[in-house]
């Protein structure tokens, strides 16, 4: 994060399968943004919005699901502490 800037990216821990979010806004405690979905050739697109509360974040994933059907996830986001073993 940069002021209101925000980059990144989001998918599986495996990095090569990772997509850069895009489009990403913040305001107050919104965020919004999307990422390329399907195949990842930009033509489909999921979209995320989350609210910030306290150390969660809260709200929806909604994208088009294999059948051609749009499909809404509810998200919940917490913080963890860091496990100072790893």
């Known amino acids: 994060q940069d002021g ?5 990216t ?5 990095e090569k ?3 850069s979010i895009q ?13 390329p ?8 697109f ?9 150390d969660e974040m809260i709200g929806t994933l909604k994208g088009k699901g294999r059948n051609g059907t749009i499909q809404t996830y ?3 986001l917490k913080r963890t502490k860091d496990d100072p073993g790893r």
Do not use: H, W, Y
């Open 4 to 8: 209101n800037a925000i980059s990144g």
């Open 10 to 14: 989001m998918g599986p821990p495996n």
């Open 17 to 19: 399968d990772r997509r």
């Open 23 to 35: 489009d990403c806004v913040l305001e107050g405690s919104a965020l919004r943004f999307r990422v």
């Open 37 to 44: 979905g399907g195949d990842g050739s930009g033509t489909e």
């Open 46 to 54: 999921v979209a995320v919005e989350l609210k910030i509360q306290n």
């Open 74 to 76: 509810t998200l919940r």
